[in-house]
């Protein structure tokens, strides 16, 4: 696609629900990232899928979290029994090697809420 | 890992004027540094990077400059205008691979008219 995409732009949902985010990044992007911004804050960096690689898990809070990539594309970022410090917004963004550095394209976000 | 500090985390100044926004990081083996501007609401949006091999890049009113021996980078924005406001976040990584990029805490920059 002409870019990152992300669905749904927002999601209300109850405490303890399970939650999917759904990411698809620009065609022929190998690498897609996963980072989550709360209110007033920074980028905190989530998971990162590169290719056919295991993905770097190593920024997931907890094991309620957990991302997958099919197919080497579409990604999807799960949250399961979800709390009130969940609530943030969910951005995914993708790359590709250009010059020998990688410029991420941000998609639009998932503005989670956790009521 | 790599840990970036950025400052100051708001600024503002008169239309016009001159925004610097300064950011130092840790990790020697980083050697691409990016920034993003993200106006209210909507996604970051790459600006301007550089790269260790370079002191300094410029884009019209926005310019990047790195000193590697201090590990740290700064943002230049001239001749600032009401639609800079924003929030801008630094950024550092390693170049030549696609591992994650860590980002600063953001600067909220507003342009007074």
């Known amino acids: 696609g002409a870019g990152v995409s992300q669905s749904p732009s927002n999601k209300v949902t109850e405490k303890g629900k399970d939650v999917e985010l759904r990411c698809d990044p620009i065609s022929g992007h190998t690498a897609l990232y996963w980072y989550r911004q709360s209110l007033g804050q920074g980028l905190e960096f989530l998971i990162y899928?590169?290719?056919?690689?295991?993905?770097?898990k190593s920024g997931l809070p907890s094991d309620r979290f957990s991302a997958e990539r099919t197919g080497g594309s579409v990604s999807t970022l799960t949250i399961q029994r979800t709390q009130q410090e969940d609530s943030a917004v969910y951005l995914c963004?993708?790359?590709?090697?250009?010059?020998?550095?990688?410029?991420?394209?941000f998609g639009s976000g998932t503005r989670l809420t956790v009521v | 890992g790599e840990n970036v500090e950025q400052h100051p985390s708001t600024l503002s100044v008169q239309e016009g004027d001159s925004a610097v926004i300064k950011c130092t990081y840790s990790?020697?083996?980083?050697?691409?540094f990016p920034w993003y501007k993200q106006e209210l609401g909507k996604r970051p949006q790459l600006i301007i990077d550089?790269?260790?091999?370079?002191g300094e890049k410029k884009d019209q009113r926005i310019a990047v400059t790195l000193n590697k021996t201090a590990k740290h980078f700064s943002l230049h924005i001239t001749e600032t205008q009401p639609e800079d406001s924003a929030v801008y976040f630094c950024?550092?990584?390693?170049?030549?691979?696609?591992?994650?990029?860590?980002f600063g805490s953001g600067t909220q920059l507003t342009v007074l008219p």
């Open positions: 950024a550092a990584g390693p170049s030549g691979s696609a591992r994650q990029l860590t």
């Open positions: 990790d020697s083996a980083s050697n691409y």
């Open positions: 963004a993708s790359s590709s090697r250009m010059g020998g550095s990688y410029g991420y394209t």
């Open positions: 899928f590169q290719g056919n690689s295991a993905p770097d």
């Open positions: 550089i790269r260790s091999n370079v």
